[in-house]
């Protein structure tokens, strides 16, 4: 017998744990035990459904046959009511008629007056409770497998809508430097390649990344994080500074060297907040904590402007900058500056003209003395042999 309070305990368990709604779990069930008695009662073609009583545990099951009539079902001269026979569906294909399937229109108005083509016509079975081994197992296989693709939805649903945001879980394993991190009802995986340079995690650290994915797989959902992203940094601020929540300040682009140095265009939309202000926060409390979570990686916080002079002029910070001259064709600009400035604009190994370039789009060529010492596209730095 089964123990209804038991198993209504079991089913909240799962609906708590697993938020999965218990209709769900009853539908599977139910599902299971159709496929069960048809397994070891049933006949071909049959359609064959149960329905569960969750208060009383009693199943009962019903055939269901589809309407037809002599337009769709082609019957033999014979009319033989065992043979399977030609009916025709709503395209041109032809598919096979079968009286364990369909039941013809004037049969069906006898049992219900109002029925219609298509509508299905419901005979109650007798209840069998000996299913037998084998039907008990496909019963517990389409239960597992329903329960499966149930959690396996409820986890979409509910990652899904964190895709694009920063999340938080524990370390589970770490293996060929691949980072496996719990979510509890998911598993993230923080690639080697998407990790900062130089940072460390232990099992069971608590780690913050981007979620930049949620695959569905043959082997369950995965979710794909990302530490070294940009849009990391974008979600950081968003977090700290309650101006680009909102959406008062804007950032409007960002380039990243993860672990060693960012930079980012900030614009306001308000006259009266400072962008640049906003995101450093006082006495640089805001900036300074996305630093440390970025194991001291540097933030240039650059103000956006819509002239190209003005921007990549600014892109160029801590540098300043004597002279801009922009080629629109050519989409580049030749910026000159003091010697004492060239360190500083080009930066080490060329880091600070680089991502100036992939900042603004712009490609830049530095000049000292009327002299190129420097040009890049934002991904190569050319030097001259002065330089180098």
């Not at 709503?90 to 298509?118: C, P, Q, T, Y």
């Not at 597992?144 to 809508?161: H, L, V």
Request: glycine share 6%.
């Amino acid at each position: 017998m089964l123990d209804i309070k038991t198993f209504k305990s079991a089913l909240e368990q799962l609906e708590e744990e697993k938020k999965i709604p218990k209709e769900k779990i009853l539908d599977a069930i139910e599902q299971a035990m159709a496929a069960a008695y048809k397994k070891d009662y049933g006949k071909k073609g049959q359609i064959i459904r149960a329905k569960f009583d969750l208060e009383t545990g009693k199943t009962d099951f019903f055939q269901i046959k589809i309407v037809v009539d002599e337009t769709i079902a082609k019957i033999d001269e014979e009319g033989e009511e065992d043979k399977e026979y030609s009916v025709k569906n709503d395209g041109d294909e032809r598919v096979r008629f079968n009286s364990e399937h369909h039941i013809m229109l004037e049969d069906a108005k006898k049992i219900k007056k109002n029925v219609e083509l298509n509508d299905e016509v419901v005979f109650p079975l007798e209840a069998k409770d000996d299913y037998g081994r084998i039907a008990a197992q496909t019963a517990k296989q389409v239960i597992i497998q329903r329960i499966r693709e149930a959690e396996r939805t409820s986890i979409i649903d509910e990652y899904g809508t964190k895709e694009g945001e920063i999340v938080t879980g524990i370390v589970q394993k770490i293996e060929r430097g691949n980072i496996y991190v719990d979510f509890n009802r998911a598993t993230g995986i923080l690639p080697a390649e998407e990790q900062i340079p130089g940072e460390f995690f232990q099992r069971g650290q608590r780690v913050r990344a981007y979620l930049y994915s949620v695959e569905d797989t043959a082997r369950g959902i995965n979710l794909r994080l990302s530490r070294s992203h940009p849009k990391f940094i974008e979600k950081l601020f968003s977090i700290e500074a309650p101006e680009i929540e909102n959406g008062v300040v804007e950032i409007k682009s960002i380039a990243r060297e993860a672990g060693a140095r960012s930079k980012i265009a900030v614009h306001s939309n308000d006259e009266h907040i400072d962008p640049v202000g906003s995101c450093v926060g006082q006495k640089g409390t805001r900036v300074n904590t996305i630093t440390q979570e970025l194991l001291g990686e540097k933030i240039d916080i650059i103000p956006w402007s819509e002239d190209p002079k003005q921007f990549v002029s600014n892109s160029l910070s801590p540098a300043k900058v004597l002279s801009i001259e922009i080629d629109e064709k050519e989409h580049k600009a030749v910026i000159e500056v003091a010697e004492d400035q060239l360190s500083l604009a080009i930066g080490k190994g060329g880091q600070n003209v680089r991502l100036a370039a992939k900042l603004t789009g712009w490609r830049i060529d530095i000049k000292g003395n009327s002299k190129e010492v420097a040009s890049t596209d934002g991904e190569n730095v050319e030097m001259t042999e002065e330089e180098k």
